[in-house]
């Protein structure tokens, strides 16, 4: 299955500076395909503390196991999509 990802945070909440949190967050997503989630793409803005995502897993409890270390830094939003 498919699913678009967008994460948000506030300007009070961002980790661009912040070297502890960003090195949890690249090592989720490094590790994401041995925990059954391949991530097809990885888009920011930066501006708008978004960041944008297309995902593929099995199932909504893989990507819940890959997010469980980040889930306190944003608020994720995931919607299962198909190809048209």
Known sequence: MLFHITANHSYDTCHTHDGEKQEIQRDVFSNA????????????????HATYLLVEADSFEAIDTVFDPILELGHYKITPVVRR
């Open 33 to 48: 395909e041995n925990n059954g989630m391949k991530v097809h793409f990885h888009l920011v803005n930066r501006l708008e």
